[in-house]
Protein backbone atom coordinates (compact mmCIF):
# COMPACT_ATOMS: atom_id res chain seq x y z
CA UNK A 1 0.00 0.00 0.00
CA UNK A 2 1.14 3.72 -0.84
CA UNK A 3 2.15 5.71 2.29
CA UNK A 4 0.98 8.77 0.65
CA UNK A 5 -3.00 6.99 0.07
CA UNK A 6 -2.46 6.24 4.18
CA UNK A 7 -1.34 10.01 4.72
CA UNK A 8 -4.30 11.28 2.58
CA UNK A 9 -6.73 8.88 4.37
CA UNK A 10 -5.67 9.56 7.97
CA UNK A 11 -5.85 13.54 7.04
CA UNK A 12 -9.27 13.39 5.93
CA UNK A 13 -10.60 11.46 8.40
CA UNK A 14 -9.44 14.17 10.85
CA UNK A 15 -10.46 16.81 9.24
CA UNK A 16 -14.16 15.41 8.66
CA UNK A 17 -13.75 15.52 12.61
CA UNK A 18 -12.61 19.84 12.28
CA UNK A 19 -9.21 19.29 13.21
CA UNK A 20 -6.25 20.95 10.80
CA UNK A 21 -3.18 17.66 10.71
CA UNK A 22 -0.24 18.51 8.88
CA UNK A 23 0.13 16.01 5.97
CA UNK A 24 3.78 15.93 6.41
CA UNK A 25 4.36 14.98 9.89
CA UNK A 26 1.70 12.11 8.96
CA UNK A 27 3.25 11.21 6.64
CA UNK A 28 6.89 11.33 8.15
CA UNK A 29 5.70 9.31 10.78
CA UNK A 30 4.16 6.40 8.73
CA UNK A 31 7.42 6.29 7.21
CA UNK A 32 9.00 6.10 10.54
CA UNK A 33 7.25 2.80 11.72
CA UNK A 34 6.95 1.05 8.43
CA UNK A 35 10.54 1.92 7.01
CA UNK A 36 12.75 1.99 10.31
CA UNK A 37 10.25 -0.17 12.81
CA UNK A 38 8.98 -2.61 10.39
CA UNK A 39 5.54 -1.93 11.22
CA UNK A 40 3.54 -3.53 8.79
CA UNK A 41 0.96 -0.59 7.02
CA UNK A 42 -2.53 -1.47 8.61
CA UNK A 43 -1.09 -0.90 12.26
CA UNK A 44 1.20 1.81 11.76
CA UNK A 45 -2.17 3.48 9.67
CA UNK A 46 -3.90 2.38 12.98
CA UNK A 47 -0.93 3.96 15.55
CA UNK A 48 -0.80 7.16 13.98
CA UNK A 49 -4.70 8.03 13.29
CA UNK A 50 -5.13 7.14 17.14
CA UNK A 51 -1.68 9.33 17.98
CA UNK A 52 -3.05 12.51 16.30
CA UNK A 53 -6.40 12.17 17.13
CA UNK A 54 -5.56 12.27 20.79
CA UNK A 55 -2.95 15.87 19.82
CA UNK A 56 -5.98 17.40 18.14
CA UNK A 57 -8.40 15.81 21.17
CA UNK A 58 -10.47 14.55 18.49
CA UNK A 59 -13.04 11.31 19.09
CA UNK A 60 -14.11 9.06 17.39
CA UNK A 61 -11.86 8.48 14.76
CA UNK A 62 -9.19 7.34 16.74
CA UNK A 63 -7.67 3.53 15.94
CA UNK A 64 -9.30 2.51 12.94
CA UNK A 65 -10.17 -1.08 14.55
CA UNK A 66 -12.64 1.10 16.95
CA UNK A 67 -14.81 1.83 13.99
CA UNK A 68 -17.90 -0.29 13.99
CA UNK A 69 -17.66 -2.43 10.80
CA UNK A 70 -20.30 -4.36 9.30
CA UNK A 71 -19.29 -8.25 8.93
CA UNK A 72 -19.37 -8.31 5.02
CA UNK A 73 -16.99 -5.70 4.11
CA UNK A 74 -14.35 -6.75 6.30
CA UNK A 75 -11.25 -8.12 4.29
CA UNK A 76 -8.73 -10.62 5.20
CA UNK A 77 -5.74 -8.21 6.99
CA UNK A 78 -8.10 -5.44 8.38
CA UNK A 79 -8.03 -4.78 12.13
CA UNK A 80 -11.86 -4.30 13.02
CA UNK A 81 -14.42 -4.47 15.77
CA UNK A 82 -17.45 -5.69 15.05
CA UNK A 83 -20.98 -6.55 16.66
CA UNK A 84 -22.37 -9.79 16.27
CA UNK A 85 -24.09 -12.93 17.66
CA UNK A 86 -23.24 -16.13 18.15
CA UNK A 87 -24.32 -18.21 15.67
CA UNK A 88 -22.78 -21.35 15.91
CA UNK A 89 -20.13 -23.11 17.84
CA UNK A 90 -18.15 -25.48 16.88
CA UNK A 91 -15.80 -28.46 18.57
CA UNK A 92 -12.22 -26.85 18.23
CA UNK A 93 -9.39 -28.54 16.55
CA UNK A 94 -6.43 -27.67 18.40
CA UNK A 95 -5.83 -27.31 22.45
CA UNK A 96 -4.52 -23.30 21.59
CA UNK A 97 -7.80 -22.85 20.45
CA UNK A 98 -10.59 -21.90 23.14
CA UNK A 99 -13.35 -21.79 20.85
CA UNK A 100 -14.39 -21.87 17.36
CA UNK A 101 -17.83 -20.96 15.66
CA UNK A 102 -19.76 -18.42 13.32
CA UNK A 103 -20.53 -14.56 14.45
CA UNK A 104 -22.79 -12.62 12.37
CA UNK A 105 -24.68 -9.80 12.13
CA UNK A 106 -27.25 -7.95 9.62
CA UNK A 107 -24.41 -7.69 7.08
CA UNK A 108 -23.46 -11.00 6.70
CA UNK A 109 -21.21 -13.86 9.18
CA UNK A 110 -17.65 -15.15 9.42
CA UNK A 111 -15.60 -17.95 11.09
CA UNK A 112 -13.98 -16.66 14.13
CA UNK A 113 -11.49 -18.59 16.21
CA UNK A 114 -10.55 -17.42 19.98
CA UNK A 115 -6.71 -18.46 20.87
CA UNK A 116 -6.85 -20.50 24.15
CA UNK A 117 -3.25 -18.45 25.25
CA UNK A 118 -5.16 -15.39 26.29
CA UNK A 119 -7.72 -16.95 28.72
CA UNK A 120 -10.49 -15.05 26.93
CA UNK A 121 -13.92 -15.41 28.62
CA UNK A 122 -16.32 -18.30 27.05
CA UNK A 123 -18.74 -16.77 24.58
CA UNK A 124 -22.05 -18.07 24.65
CA UNK A 125 -24.26 -19.59 21.69
CA UNK A 126 -27.06 -16.81 20.99
CA UNK A 127 -25.71 -14.29 22.81
CA UNK A 128 -24.29 -10.62 21.10
CA UNK A 129 -21.09 -9.53 21.73
CA UNK A 130 -18.58 -6.72 20.96
CA UNK A 131 -15.19 -7.62 20.22
CA UNK A 132 -12.61 -4.64 19.83
CA UNK A 133 -9.42 -5.35 17.92
CA UNK A 134 -10.07 -8.34 16.47
CA UNK A 135 -7.44 -9.32 13.25
CA UNK A 136 -9.18 -11.03 10.32
CA UNK A 137 -6.90 -13.48 8.18
CA UNK A 138 -7.35 -15.40 5.67
CA UNK A 139 -7.87 -19.67 6.50
CA UNK A 140 -8.51 -22.02 3.83
CA UNK A 141 -9.48 -19.37 1.27
CA UNK A 142 -11.93 -17.78 3.86
CA UNK A 143 -11.64 -14.58 6.29
CA UNK A 144 -11.66 -15.73 9.51
CA UNK A 145 -11.49 -13.29 12.21
CA UNK A 146 -8.85 -13.86 15.26
CA UNK A 147 -9.51 -13.26 18.50
CA UNK A 148 -6.36 -12.23 20.57
CA UNK A 149 -5.24 -11.71 23.97
CA UNK A 150 -5.40 -7.87 22.71
CA UNK A 151 -8.83 -8.40 21.67
CA UNK A 152 -11.51 -6.64 24.13
CA UNK A 153 -14.76 -9.38 24.28
CA UNK A 154 -17.84 -7.39 25.97
CA UNK A 155 -21.24 -8.94 26.06
CA UNK A 156 -24.26 -7.29 25.00
CA UNK A 157 -27.54 -6.90 26.03
CA UNK A 158 -29.28 -6.86 22.72
CA UNK A 159 -31.32 -9.67 21.14
CA UNK A 160 -32.00 -8.16 17.93
CA UNK A 161 -33.50 -10.32 15.84
CA UNK A 162 -30.90 -11.45 12.93
CA UNK A 163 -32.36 -12.72 9.68
CA UNK A 164 -29.33 -13.60 7.09
CA UNK A 165 -29.18 -12.79 3.78
CA UNK A 166 -29.57 -15.72 1.33
CA UNK A 167 -26.69 -16.37 -1.11
CA UNK A 168 -27.77 -17.93 -4.67
CA UNK A 169 -25.40 -21.36 -4.69
CA UNK A 170 -24.00 -20.08 -7.51
CA UNK A 171 -22.32 -16.47 -6.26
CA UNK A 172 -20.96 -18.64 -2.72
CA UNK A 173 -17.74 -18.05 -1.83
CA UNK A 174 -15.37 -19.85 1.26
CA UNK A 175 -16.62 -18.91 4.33
CA UNK A 176 -20.07 -18.82 5.87
CA UNK A 177 -23.29 -19.01 3.84
CA UNK A 178 -26.83 -19.27 3.93
CA UNK A 179 -29.20 -20.93 1.21
CA UNK A 180 -32.28 -21.45 0.43
CA UNK A 181 -31.71 -24.93 -1.59
CA UNK A 182 -33.73 -28.19 -2.43
CA UNK A 183 -32.15 -31.81 -1.08
CA UNK A 184 -32.11 -33.21 -4.54
CA UNK A 185 -29.57 -35.70 -4.42
CA UNK A 186 -28.92 -37.96 -1.77
CA UNK A 187 -24.93 -40.31 -2.09
CA UNK A 188 -23.72 -42.68 -0.01
CA UNK A 189 -21.73 -41.61 2.74
CA UNK A 190 -17.83 -42.37 2.16
CA UNK A 191 -17.21 -42.06 5.56
CA UNK A 192 -18.02 -43.28 9.01
CA UNK A 193 -18.57 -39.82 10.78
CA UNK A 194 -20.53 -38.77 7.53
CA UNK A 195 -24.32 -38.71 8.66
CA UNK A 196 -25.35 -37.13 5.40
CA UNK A 197 -24.04 -36.01 2.06
CA UNK A 198 -25.64 -35.57 -1.28
CA UNK A 199 -26.37 -32.57 -3.21
CA UNK A 200 -28.85 -29.11 -2.95
CA UNK A 201 -29.68 -26.90 -5.70
CA UNK A 202 -31.50 -23.91 -5.82
CA UNK A 203 -32.07 -21.71 -9.43
CA UNK A 204 -28.22 -20.82 -9.90
CA UNK A 205 -26.57 -24.10 -9.41
CA UNK A 206 -25.83 -26.89 -7.18
CA UNK A 207 -23.63 -27.58 -4.11
CA UNK A 208 -22.16 -31.03 -2.50
CA UNK A 209 -23.17 -30.94 1.05
CA UNK A 210 -22.31 -32.79 4.35
CA UNK A 211 -23.67 -33.28 7.60
CA UNK A 212 -20.82 -34.94 9.90
CA UNK A 213 -21.52 -36.68 12.73
CA UNK A 214 -21.29 -34.58 16.12
CA UNK A 215 -18.26 -35.77 18.35
CA UNK A 216 -19.44 -37.21 21.98
CA UNK A 217 -22.80 -37.06 23.05
CA UNK A 218 -23.88 -35.43 20.33
CA UNK A 219 -23.17 -31.83 21.50
CA UNK A 220 -21.53 -29.35 19.30
CA UNK A 221 -19.49 -27.53 21.24
CA UNK A 222 -16.73 -27.96 24.64
CA UNK A 223 -18.39 -28.26 27.63
CA UNK A 224 -19.84 -25.60 29.15
CA UNK A 225 -20.20 -23.50 26.18
CA UNK A 226 -21.79 -26.05 24.44
CA UNK A 227 -24.58 -24.38 22.32
CA UNK A 228 -28.15 -24.46 23.56
CA UNK A 229 -29.56 -26.18 20.74
CA UNK A 230 -30.66 -29.99 20.03
CA UNK A 231 -28.21 -32.87 20.34
CA UNK A 232 -26.73 -33.92 17.35
CA UNK A 233 -28.21 -32.82 13.74
CA UNK A 234 -31.10 -33.89 12.07
CA UNK A 235 -30.88 -35.59 8.41
CA UNK A 236 -32.32 -33.54 5.46
CA UNK A 237 -35.36 -34.93 3.51
CA UNK A 238 -35.20 -35.67 -0.25
CA UNK A 239 -36.80 -33.38 -2.69
CA UNK A 240 -37.78 -30.98 0.26
CA UNK A 241 -36.35 -27.34 0.41
CA UNK A 242 -34.53 -25.97 3.68
CA UNK A 243 -33.71 -22.60 4.75
CA UNK A 244 -29.96 -23.28 5.58
CA UNK A 245 -28.61 -19.99 7.95
CA UNK A 246 -24.93 -20.07 8.45
CA UNK A 247 -23.70 -23.27 6.76
CA UNK A 248 -19.73 -23.25 6.60
CA UNK A 249 -18.39 -23.00 2.98
CA UNK A 250 -15.22 -24.89 1.96
CA UNK A 251 -12.82 -25.30 -0.71
CA UNK A 252 -11.24 -28.27 -1.52
CA UNK A 253 -9.53 -28.59 -5.40
CA UNK A 254 -11.26 -25.85 -6.40
CA UNK A 255 -14.43 -27.13 -6.12
CA UNK A 256 -17.32 -25.53 -2.94
CA UNK A 257 -19.08 -27.77 -0.65
CA UNK A 258 -21.21 -26.71 2.41
CA UNK A 259 -20.97 -28.45 6.28
CA UNK A 260 -24.09 -28.03 7.55
CA UNK A 261 -22.75 -28.48 10.96
CA UNK A 262 -22.55 -25.00 12.10
CA UNK A 263 -25.84 -23.92 10.03
CA UNK A 264 -29.54 -24.00 11.51
CA UNK A 265 -32.34 -26.00 8.70
CA UNK A 266 -35.39 -25.19 8.44
CA UNK A 267 -37.91 -26.95 6.06
CA UNK A 268 -39.53 -24.66 3.68
CA UNK A 269 -42.47 -24.74 1.58
CA UNK A 270 -42.96 -24.54 -1.93
CA UNK A 271 -40.43 -26.35 -5.02
CA UNK A 272 -37.64 -24.97 -6.58
CA UNK A 273 -36.50 -25.59 -9.99
CA UNK A 274 -32.83 -26.62 -9.97
CA UNK A 275 -30.74 -24.65 -12.15
CA UNK A 276 -27.92 -27.26 -13.66
CA UNK A 277 -24.21 -25.76 -14.26
CA UNK A 278 -23.85 -28.25 -17.11
CA UNK A 279 -20.01 -28.34 -18.89
CA UNK A 280 -18.67 -29.83 -21.79
CA UNK A 281 -15.62 -31.63 -22.54
CA UNK A 282 -14.35 -33.36 -25.49
CA UNK A 283 -11.85 -36.13 -26.04
CA UNK A 284 -10.93 -40.15 -26.62
CA UNK A 285 -12.38 -42.38 -24.28
CA UNK A 286 -8.92 -44.00 -22.97
CA UNK A 287 -9.93 -46.23 -20.34
CA UNK A 288 -13.32 -48.23 -19.00
CA UNK A 289 -12.77 -49.11 -15.73
CA UNK A 290 -13.90 -51.49 -13.21
CA UNK A 291 -17.43 -52.15 -12.48
CA UNK A 292 -18.90 -50.82 -15.70
CA UNK A 293 -21.14 -52.53 -17.74
CA UNK A 294 -24.04 -55.15 -16.50
CA UNK A 295 -24.15 -54.75 -12.68
CA UNK A 296 -26.33 -55.57 -9.80
CA UNK A 297 -27.64 -53.05 -7.09
CA UNK A 298 -29.08 -53.46 -3.73
CA UNK A 299 -32.81 -53.59 -4.01
CA UNK A 300 -33.56 -52.18 -0.26
CA UNK A 301 -35.16 -48.56 -0.92
CA UNK A 302 -33.16 -46.45 -1.27
CA UNK A 303 -29.91 -48.14 -0.72
CA UNK A 304 -28.81 -48.46 -4.30
CA UNK A 305 -25.21 -49.26 -3.72
CA UNK A 306 -23.79 -51.91 -6.63
CA UNK A 307 -23.29 -55.19 -5.28
CA UNK A 308 -20.50 -57.71 -5.27
CA UNK A 309 -20.21 -60.81 -7.68
CA UNK A 310 -21.78 -62.88 -4.70
CA UNK A 311 -24.41 -60.35 -4.48
CA UNK A 312 -22.99 -58.25 -1.32
CA UNK A 313 -24.40 -55.10 -0.14
CA UNK A 314 -21.89 -53.23 2.16
CA UNK A 315 -25.01 -52.51 4.13
CA UNK A 316 -27.60 -55.06 3.32
CA UNK A 317 -25.26 -57.99 3.11
CA UNK A 318 -26.40 -60.73 0.98
CA UNK A 319 -29.46 -59.16 -1.44
CA UNK A 320 -30.69 -62.48 -3.73
CA UNK A 321 -33.35 -59.83 -5.34
CA UNK A 322 -30.63 -57.46 -6.86
CA UNK A 323 -31.98 -55.46 -9.87
CA UNK A 324 -29.60 -55.22 -12.52
CA UNK A 325 -28.62 -51.94 -14.66
CA UNK A 326 -25.91 -50.84 -16.84
CA UNK A 327 -23.67 -47.81 -16.08
CA UNK A 328 -19.78 -46.71 -17.49
CA UNK A 329 -17.03 -45.81 -15.44
CA UNK A 330 -14.40 -44.17 -17.65
CA UNK A 331 -11.95 -41.44 -18.63
CA UNK A 332 -12.59 -39.24 -21.06
CA UNK A 333 -8.33 -37.59 -21.98
CA UNK A 334 -8.47 -34.57 -24.47
CA UNK A 335 -4.73 -34.92 -24.04
CA UNK A 336 -3.93 -32.00 -21.28
CA UNK A 337 -6.50 -33.68 -19.01
CA UNK A 338 -7.90 -36.47 -18.16
CA UNK A 339 -11.03 -36.79 -16.60
CA UNK A 340 -13.37 -39.31 -14.78
CA UNK A 341 -17.11 -39.64 -16.52
CA UNK A 342 -19.94 -41.63 -14.93
CA UNK A 343 -22.78 -42.63 -17.76
CA UNK A 344 -25.95 -43.88 -16.36
CA UNK A 345 -28.03 -46.66 -17.93
CA UNK A 346 -29.68 -44.59 -21.27
CA UNK A 347 -26.71 -43.10 -21.95
CA UNK A 348 -24.41 -46.44 -22.26
CA UNK A 349 -27.74 -48.41 -24.10
CA UNK A 350 -27.54 -45.32 -26.87
CA UNK A 351 -23.43 -45.33 -27.29
CA UNK A 352 -23.41 -49.16 -27.52
CA UNK A 353 -26.56 -50.34 -28.77
CA UNK A 354 -27.42 -52.80 -26.01
CA UNK A 355 -30.45 -52.42 -24.33
CA UNK A 356 -30.75 -53.91 -20.57
CA UNK A 357 -32.70 -56.46 -21.09
CA UNK A 358 -30.68 -57.69 -23.91
CA UNK A 359 -27.60 -57.07 -21.75
CA UNK A 360 -29.36 -59.28 -19.12
CA UNK A 361 -29.72 -61.68 -21.52
CA UNK A 362 -26.63 -61.98 -22.99
CA UNK A 363 -24.88 -62.10 -19.28
CA UNK A 364 -27.30 -65.51 -18.24
CA UNK A 365 -26.62 -67.21 -21.48
CA UNK A 366 -23.04 -66.45 -21.76
CA UNK A 367 -20.63 -68.44 -20.06
CA UNK A 368 -18.53 -65.31 -19.32
CA UNK A 369 -21.54 -63.82 -17.46
CA UNK A 370 -21.47 -60.39 -16.79
CA UNK A 371 -17.86 -59.97 -17.80
CA UNK A 372 -19.07 -60.83 -21.41
CA UNK A 373 -20.99 -57.44 -21.24
CA UNK A 374 -18.19 -55.24 -19.87
CA UNK A 375 -15.90 -56.55 -22.84
CA UNK A 376 -18.79 -55.56 -25.19
CA UNK A 377 -19.35 -52.26 -23.87
CA UNK A 378 -15.49 -51.85 -23.69
CA UNK A 379 -14.78 -52.70 -27.52
CA UNK A 380 -17.26 -50.46 -28.41
CA UNK A 381 -16.30 -47.11 -26.73
CA UNK A 382 -12.47 -47.60 -25.67
CA UNK A 383 -10.27 -45.42 -27.99
CA UNK A 384 -13.47 -43.62 -29.60
CA UNK A 385 -13.86 -39.78 -29.59
CA UNK A 386 -16.78 -38.06 -28.04
CA UNK A 387 -18.55 -34.77 -26.63
CA UNK A 388 -19.67 -35.54 -23.04
CA UNK A 389 -21.84 -32.95 -21.36
CA UNK A 390 -22.84 -33.24 -17.44
CA UNK A 391 -22.18 -31.91 -14.12
CA UNK A 392 -19.37 -31.88 -12.25
CA UNK A 393 -19.19 -33.73 -8.83
CA UNK A 394 -15.99 -35.04 -6.37
CA UNK A 395 -14.20 -35.23 -9.07
CA UNK A 396 -15.98 -37.02 -11.71
CA UNK A 397 -18.54 -35.71 -14.61
CA UNK A 398 -22.09 -36.95 -14.18
CA UNK A 399 -22.94 -36.99 -17.69
CA UNK A 400 -26.28 -36.37 -19.22
CA UNK A 401 -25.73 -36.70 -22.59
CA UNK A 402 -22.69 -37.86 -24.80
CA UNK A 403 -22.69 -37.84 -28.93
CA UNK A 404 -19.51 -39.35 -30.92
CA UNK A 405 -17.57 -36.83 -32.58
CA UNK A 406 -17.78 -36.44 -36.31
CA UNK A 407 -14.77 -36.03 -38.78
CA UNK A 408 -15.10 -32.58 -39.61
CA UNK A 409 -13.55 -31.74 -43.40
CA UNK A 410 -13.30 -27.91 -42.21
CA UNK A 411 -11.29 -28.88 -38.93
CA UNK A 412 -8.57 -30.63 -41.71
CA UNK A 413 -8.75 -27.36 -43.90
CA UNK A 414 -7.93 -25.01 -40.53
CA UNK A 415 -5.46 -27.30 -39.53
CA UNK A 416 -3.59 -27.63 -42.53
CA UNK A 417 -3.65 -23.88 -42.73
CA UNK A 418 -1.86 -23.48 -39.09
CA UNK A 419 0.44 -25.98 -40.24
CA UNK A 420 1.49 -23.56 -43.24
CA UNK A 421 2.98 -26.18 -45.71
CA UNK A 422 3.30 -25.31 -49.37
CA UNK A 423 0.37 -27.90 -51.23
CA UNK A 424 1.95 -31.12 -52.16
CA UNK B 1 1.86 -28.43 -10.31
CA UNK B 2 -0.65 -31.20 -9.15
CA UNK B 3 -2.55 -29.92 -5.97
CA UNK B 4 -1.50 -31.84 -2.95
CA UNK B 5 -3.10 -35.69 -1.91
CA UNK B 6 -4.75 -36.25 -4.69
CA UNK B 7 -4.31 -38.44 -7.35
CA UNK B 8 -4.42 -36.75 -11.09
CA UNK B 9 -4.35 -39.29 -13.87
CA UNK B 10 -1.67 -38.39 -16.36
CA UNK B 11 -3.17 -37.48 -19.82
CA UNK B 12 -2.64 -39.46 -22.55
CA UNK B 13 -0.30 -36.99 -25.12
CA UNK B 14 -1.01 -37.38 -28.59
CA UNK B 15 2.17 -37.79 -30.48
CA UNK B 16 2.85 -39.16 -34.14
CA UNK B 17 5.37 -42.10 -34.77
CA UNK B 18 7.90 -40.03 -36.37
CA UNK B 19 8.52 -38.01 -33.15
CA UNK B 20 8.14 -40.39 -30.61
CA UNK B 21 10.95 -42.40 -33.09
CA UNK B 22 13.31 -39.43 -32.07
CA UNK B 23 12.65 -39.59 -28.22
CA UNK B 24 15.85 -39.99 -26.15
CA UNK B 25 15.13 -38.16 -22.90
CA UNK B 26 13.85 -39.69 -19.64
CA UNK B 27 13.92 -38.92 -16.38
CA UNK B 28 12.02 -39.66 -13.09
CA UNK B 29 10.10 -36.70 -11.29
CA UNK B 30 11.12 -37.53 -7.91
CA UNK B 31 12.99 -39.91 -5.81
CA UNK B 32 10.46 -41.91 -4.62
CA UNK B 33 10.52 -45.31 -6.00
CA UNK B 34 7.12 -45.23 -7.34
CA UNK B 35 7.46 -41.73 -9.06
CA UNK B 36 6.53 -41.45 -12.37
CA UNK B 37 8.90 -41.72 -14.88
CA UNK B 38 8.47 -39.20 -17.83
CA UNK B 39 9.89 -38.80 -21.77
CA UNK B 40 10.97 -35.85 -22.91
CA UNK B 41 8.97 -35.63 -26.50
CA UNK B 42 10.98 -33.58 -28.73
CA UNK B 43 7.95 -30.61 -29.72
CA UNK B 44 8.75 -30.12 -25.76
CA UNK B 45 6.50 -31.88 -23.27
CA UNK B 46 6.62 -34.09 -20.98
CA UNK B 47 4.60 -37.42 -21.25
CA UNK B 48 3.92 -40.87 -19.51
CA UNK B 49 1.06 -42.21 -21.27
CA UNK B 50 0.09 -41.67 -25.14
CA UNK B 51 -2.67 -42.58 -27.18
CA UNK B 52 -2.48 -43.58 -30.53
CA UNK B 53 -4.30 -44.98 -33.35
CA UNK B 54 -3.30 -46.41 -36.27
CA UNK B 55 -2.96 -49.52 -37.99
CA UNK B 56 -1.47 -52.36 -36.53
CA UNK B 57 0.65 -54.61 -39.20
CA UNK B 58 1.85 -57.31 -37.82
CA UNK B 59 1.75 -59.02 -34.18
CA UNK B 60 3.61 -61.52 -32.91
CA UNK B 61 4.08 -63.53 -30.12
CA UNK B 62 7.41 -64.07 -28.14
CA UNK B 63 9.14 -65.63 -25.22
CA UNK B 64 8.24 -68.89 -23.65
CA UNK B 65 8.64 -68.82 -20.08
CA UNK B 66 7.91 -64.73 -20.17
CA UNK B 67 5.09 -64.57 -22.58
CA UNK B 68 4.68 -61.25 -24.58
CA UNK B 69 3.43 -59.56 -27.95
CA UNK B 70 4.76 -57.11 -30.04
CA UNK B 71 2.89 -55.69 -32.77
CA UNK B 72 3.85 -52.93 -35.05
CA UNK B 73 1.34 -49.92 -35.57
CA UNK B 74 1.61 -47.29 -38.74
CA UNK B 75 0.32 -43.60 -38.47
CA UNK B 76 0.63 -41.51 -41.57
CA UNK B 77 4.65 -40.76 -40.32
CA UNK B 78 6.09 -43.63 -39.24
CA UNK B 79 5.86 -46.92 -37.17
CA UNK B 80 5.11 -47.30 -33.45
CA UNK B 81 6.49 -50.34 -32.17
CA UNK B 82 3.97 -51.51 -29.01
CA UNK B 83 4.84 -54.29 -26.72
CA UNK B 84 1.93 -56.09 -24.35
CA UNK B 85 3.73 -58.42 -21.81
CA UNK B 86 2.18 -60.72 -18.84
CA UNK B 87 2.22 -58.23 -16.57
CA UNK B 88 -0.50 -56.58 -18.65
CA UNK B 89 -2.58 -59.79 -18.97
CA UNK B 90 -5.91 -57.67 -19.87
CA UNK B 91 -3.49 -55.53 -22.78
CA UNK B 92 -1.46 -58.93 -23.67
CA UNK B 93 -5.10 -60.51 -24.52
CA UNK B 94 -6.73 -57.89 -26.40
CA UNK B 95 -3.72 -57.56 -28.40
CA UNK B 96 -3.76 -61.46 -29.14
CA UNK B 97 -6.99 -61.73 -30.37
CA UNK B 98 -6.98 -58.79 -32.85
CA UNK B 99 -5.74 -59.72 -36.46
CA UNK B 100 -3.51 -57.93 -38.19
CA UNK B 101 -4.27 -55.20 -40.47
CA UNK B 102 -6.57 -53.74 -38.73
CA UNK B 103 -6.83 -49.79 -37.28
CA UNK B 104 -6.42 -49.89 -33.56
CA UNK B 105 -6.69 -47.13 -30.44
CA UNK B 106 -3.69 -47.87 -27.73
CA UNK B 107 -3.21 -46.25 -24.47
CA UNK B 108 -0.03 -46.86 -23.41
CA UNK B 109 3.62 -46.06 -21.95
CA UNK B 110 6.39 -44.84 -23.68
CA UNK B 111 9.32 -46.62 -22.73
CA UNK B 112 13.02 -46.11 -23.51
CA UNK B 113 15.20 -49.45 -24.28
CA UNK B 114 18.93 -49.33 -25.61
CA UNK B 115 19.28 -52.45 -27.76
CA UNK B 116 22.62 -54.18 -27.70
CA UNK B 117 24.47 -52.98 -30.55
CA UNK B 118 23.63 -49.43 -28.89
CA UNK B 119 20.58 -48.32 -30.57
CA UNK B 120 17.68 -46.39 -28.67
CA UNK B 121 14.58 -47.73 -29.17
CA UNK B 122 11.23 -46.45 -27.98
CA UNK B 123 8.15 -49.07 -27.14
CA UNK B 124 4.88 -48.36 -26.00
CA UNK B 125 3.74 -50.76 -23.29
CA UNK B 126 0.26 -51.34 -23.77
CA UNK B 127 -2.55 -50.34 -21.15
CA UNK B 128 -5.38 -50.84 -23.30
CA UNK B 129 -6.09 -51.50 -27.12
CA UNK B 130 -9.06 -51.84 -29.06
CA UNK B 131 -10.31 -52.35 -32.82
CA UNK B 132 -11.65 -49.12 -33.94
CA UNK B 133 -12.97 -47.51 -37.53
CA UNK B 134 -10.87 -45.46 -40.37
CA UNK B 135 -13.39 -42.56 -38.54
CA UNK B 136 -11.37 -43.18 -35.56
CA UNK B 137 -8.16 -42.91 -37.04
CA UNK B 138 -8.73 -39.86 -39.41
CA UNK B 139 -9.72 -37.65 -35.94
CA UNK B 140 -7.08 -38.68 -34.58
CA UNK B 141 -4.59 -37.55 -37.14
CA UNK B 142 -6.81 -33.84 -36.56
CA UNK B 143 -6.51 -34.69 -32.79
CA UNK B 144 -2.56 -35.36 -32.38
CA UNK B 145 -1.99 -32.61 -35.48
CA UNK B 146 -3.67 -29.82 -33.18
CA UNK B 147 -2.22 -30.79 -29.84
CA UNK B 148 1.52 -31.02 -31.73
CA UNK B 149 0.70 -27.74 -33.10
CA UNK B 150 -0.18 -26.45 -30.04
CA UNK B 151 3.07 -27.56 -28.10
CA UNK B 152 5.07 -25.87 -31.03
CA UNK B 153 3.27 -22.60 -30.74
CA UNK B 154 4.44 -22.52 -27.50
CA UNK B 155 7.65 -24.01 -28.04
CA UNK B 156 10.44 -22.05 -25.85
CA UNK B 157 7.92 -21.01 -23.50
CA UNK B 158 7.75 -23.37 -21.20
CA UNK B 159 10.41 -25.46 -19.08
CA UNK B 160 9.65 -28.78 -20.63
CA UNK B 161 10.25 -27.10 -23.94
CA UNK B 162 13.30 -25.52 -23.27
CA UNK B 163 14.37 -29.11 -22.06
CA UNK B 164 13.54 -30.75 -25.25
CA UNK B 165 15.62 -27.67 -27.10
CA UNK B 166 18.22 -28.46 -24.66
CA UNK B 167 18.02 -32.15 -25.41
CA UNK B 168 17.15 -32.53 -28.73
CA UNK B 169 17.80 -29.06 -30.51
CA UNK B 170 14.35 -29.08 -31.66
CA UNK B 171 13.81 -27.27 -34.55
CA UNK B 172 9.46 -26.68 -35.00
CA UNK B 173 8.94 -25.98 -38.41
CA UNK B 174 10.56 -29.17 -39.39
CA UNK B 175 7.57 -30.90 -36.63
CA UNK B 176 5.35 -28.81 -38.40
CA UNK B 177 6.12 -30.01 -41.66
CA UNK B 178 5.89 -33.56 -40.49
CA UNK B 179 2.03 -32.55 -38.97
CA UNK B 180 1.06 -30.80 -42.69
CA UNK B 181 2.07 -34.58 -44.70
CA UNK B 182 0.40 -36.33 -42.12
CA UNK B 183 -2.85 -34.28 -42.65
CA UNK B 184 -2.38 -34.28 -46.37
CA UNK B 185 -3.08 -38.02 -46.01
CA UNK B 186 -6.15 -37.89 -44.43
CA UNK B 187 -9.13 -38.08 -47.51
CA UNK B 188 -11.35 -35.54 -47.78
Known amino acids: MNLSEVTERISRKLETKGAQPDRQKIESRLHRLVEEFGVNVNEAERTVTADLAREHNVTGVGNTSTELRPINEIVPNDWVTIEGKIVALTPPLSPSIAQTGIIADSSGAMRFVTWARGNPPAMEYGQWYRLESAVVDEYKGAPNLKIHSGTTISQMEKDAPLLPSITPIAELKPGVGSVRAKFIQEWDASHDRMLQTGLLGDETGTIKFVIWKEEGAGSSGTGQAAPKEPLGKDKLELDAVYNIFYATVDEYNGRLSLALNTAMYIADEGDIEVGRTETEIQGALVHVAPGSGLIKRCPVEGCNRTLSRQNYCPVHEIQPEFRYDLRLKAVLDDGIRARNVLMQREIVEALTGIALEEAIEIAETNPLGMDEIFYRVRNTVLGRYYTCSGSEFGGRMLVNSCTPIVFSPEELASLLNRAGGEPA | ?188
Open chain 2, 1 to 188: MKPQGTFEREPARRVFASELRETRYQFKDGDDEKSPTYVILPSGIRSNRIFIVGTLTEKERRGDQNIFYRGRVADPTGTFFIMAGSYQPEAMQQLARIEPPAFVAVVGKPNLYTTQDGNCLVSVRVESIAVVDRETRDLWVLDTARETLDRLEAFGTTDDSKKAQEEYGTQPDLYKKIVYDALSQVQL
